[in-house]
């Protein structure tokens, strides 16, 4: 599985983005997606994960209420980030992981890593 995000950018406080991430591999549908967040001179921090079969979705408690996502198992095999209500906390590089697991990408342990997109949010 090779992953692609893209979508971020400077935006202000109280703003949104939807940041994508793009899947090669025609297992896509059967793996469990998804987002960490790195700021500078901070560790990796859990964003969000979303299971294979979309079904079930976790969330950090920083980003409940204002960051959804989703999958799209089709022609377009990509993930989504919808972030709303930007704060200037939520300025980090994401990244997008994948497993066959849930739990894997929960802990923090996934088996594939997509480059980050940068998404900056000014105060």
């Known amino acids: 599985v090779q992953l692609q995000a893209s979508g971020g950018g400077l935006v202000q406080a109280g703003g949104s983005l939807r940041l994508s991430c793009a899947a090669s591999?025609?297992?896509?549908?059967?793996?469990?997606m998804g987002w960490y967040r790195q700021a500078p001179g901070k560790k990796r921090e859990f964003v969000v994960v979303?299971?294979?079969?979309?079904?079930?979705?976790?969330y950090a408690d920083s980003v409940k209420g204002r960051f959804n996502t989703s999958r799209d198992d089709n022609a377009k095999n990509t993930v989504y980030l919808q972030m709303n209500n930007l704060k200037a906390e939520d300025t980090a590089v994401y990244y997008c992981?994948?497993?066959?697991?849930?739990?894997?990408?929960?802990?923090?342990?996934?088996?594939?890593w997509g480059q980050g997109t940068q998404v900056t949010v000014s105060s």
């Open positions: 979303i299971s294979g079969s979309g079904g079930h979705t976790y």
């Open positions: 591999g025609s297992t896509f549908s059967s793996y469990a």
């Open positions: 992981a994948a497993d066959p697991s849930v739990v894997a990408v929960l802990a923090g342990t996934e088996r594939y």
